[in-house]
């Protein structure tokens, strides 16, 4: 999966009533990634490990607790490509997301929970980028 298609597929699973812990996006994409070929939800795991690895840096995070962090930026990465991209570009957009403590959990275990579904077994996933908070050293770093 490139980075058009995960992006394309956030905004086709993504509800249209309010869905601020993004449980609603979370079922959805589930469901949608357990219909697919297991490519894509490995696909899918890469590139939600991508975003939030770029989303992995002080400048977003110097606030926030590890899990308060990681959640926060998993918010980011549900609300789209375009918002996505406008707090890559002005760190000062991720306040909103930080302050109000908007988070997206759920979102994290997708691509898991479709895997399951699939082969009937868990997954010890291991995407090329941790999106484990501070992870990303070179965002990090002075």
């Known amino acids: 999966m490139n980075e058009d298609a995960f992006w394309q597929l956030i905004e086709d699973c993504r509800p249209t009533e309010p869905d601020p812990d993004a449980e609603l996006l979370a079922t959805i994409l589930t469901e949608r990634l ?11 795991a890469e590139q939600l490990s991508w975003a939030l690895y770029r ?7 110097h606030d926030l607790g590890g899990d308060a962090f990681l959640y926060t930026r998993a918010a980011v990465v549900a609300a789209g490509r375009t918002e996505f991209d406008r707090v890559l570009q002005d ?17 994290l275990y997708t691509p898991d929970r ?4 699939i082969t ?10 941790s999106y484990e908070s501070c992870s990303n ?6």
């Open 120 to 129: 009937g077994e868990g997954w010890e996933r291991d995407t090329r980028y």
């Open 55 to 61: 989303l992995d840096r002080k400048e977003y995070g």
């Open 91 to 107: 760190p000062s957009a991720f306040a909103p997301y930080a302050i109000g403590l908007v988070w997206a959990e759920p979102l």
């Open 34 to 44: 357990a219909r697919s070929p297991l490519s894509l939800v490995i696909g899918f």
């Open 114 to 117: 479709a895997y399951q579904r």
């Open 137 to 142: 050293t070179e965002g990090w770093g002075d």
